[in-house]
């Protein structure tokens, strides 16, 4: 490995974990919010309570966190003779990144719904979803670190 991606590699990997815990903690943390939202009568206080905090966390703390994700993770990936590209691990997760990057922009739809009081997704759909994130997040640790294929 030589050029200074390589020279920041370690500085960049540890950016990169840093923004996947902060991506992760959201997408873990909003359908669990729009889990109890559903059950808020449209219009209440508690409603629009929620919209807040759905809001900036989406907003202030889930798309930067998102961004930064990729920026970090595509400056590995670009780092000369860090990934072997013939093992199946990085294209595997790579899969699953795009699944959960899907993800965040369904939750983001659900959130518009809701911020019109036009919700029509069921607390047991949003029960649901809840656990697909910490599935890819399970999948994707161990792929990365014990790359078993
Ligand atoms: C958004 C697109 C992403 C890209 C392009 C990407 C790419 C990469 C690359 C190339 C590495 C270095 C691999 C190595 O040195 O063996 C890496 C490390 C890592 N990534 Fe990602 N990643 C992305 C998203 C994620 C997500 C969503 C998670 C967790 C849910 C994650 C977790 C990790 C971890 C834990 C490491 C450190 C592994 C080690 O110990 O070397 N990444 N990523």
Do not use: C
Request: aromatic content about 12%.
């Amino acid at each position: 490995m030589s050029g200074w991606l390589s020279q920041a590699y370690p500085w960049i990997k540890s950016l990169h974990i840093v923004s996947v815990v902060a991506w992760m903690a959201g997408l873990l943390y909003l359908p669990r919010l729009y889990v109890y939202h559903s059950t808020a009568a449209a219009g209440s206080e508690l409603s629009e309570t929620f919209k807040i905090m759905e809001r900036r966390l989406l907003r202030g703390i889930m798309t930067p966190a998102m961004v930064a994700t990729w920026g970090f993770g595509l400056a590995l990936a670009g780092t000369p003779g860090a990934v072997d590209w013939q093992m199946g691990w990085i294209w595997a997760k790579l899969a699953l990144v795009i699944g959960l990057t899907i993800f965040h922009f369904l939750l983001a739809r659900w959130r518009a719904a809701f911020e019109a009081d036009r919700n029509r997704g069921s607390t047991r759909l949003f029960r649901i979803v809840n656990e697909l994130p910490t599935l890819a997040l399970i999948a994707i640790v161990i792929l990365v670190v014990v790359k078993p294929f």
